[in-house]
């Protein structure tokens, strides 16, 4: 059965930093024959996409609100995806989800919560 878990969250003061992990299990081909990405839900919003990682190795999709402090990476033969927050602000407090495509099926963790505050 295939399953996304997220981990790395938590606390961080503004201007610091976090780096989230999803680490996936039960993938055919493991992670390399997936596009991944990070989205996040804030309070009352609807989810973002802040990051993807396509399998040809691509990073895009970062948003003008993100760019230039979320990296996203990936290590596919530990089948992990990770997100480096850096520069945080406090409108980055949200649960952030990794999300994994694969043909026609898409596949999310359960989320993991991330709040900025001094």
């Known amino acids: 059965q295939e399953q996304l878990v997220e981990s790395g969250g938590g606390l961080a003061q503004p201007g610091g930093s976090l780096r989230l992990s999803c680490t996936a299990s039960g993938f055919t081909g493991g992670i390399s024959v997936l596009t991944m990405s990070w989205y996040r839900q804030a309070p009352g919003l609807k989810r973002e996409l802040v990051a993807t990682?396509?399998?040809?190795?691509?990073?895009?999709n970062y948003p003008h609100s993100v760019q230039g402090r979320f990296t996203i990476s990936r290590d596919n033969a530990n089948n992990t995806v990770y997100l480096q927050m850096k520069k945080l602000k406090p409108e980055g407090k949200a649960v952030y989800f990794c999300?994994?495509?694969?043909?026609?099926?898409?596949?999310w963790g359960q989320g993991i919560q991330v709040t900025v505050s001094s």
């Open positions: 990682h396509t399998k040809f190795g691509h990073a895009d």
């Open positions: 999300n994994a495509d694969k043909d026609a099926a898409t596949y």
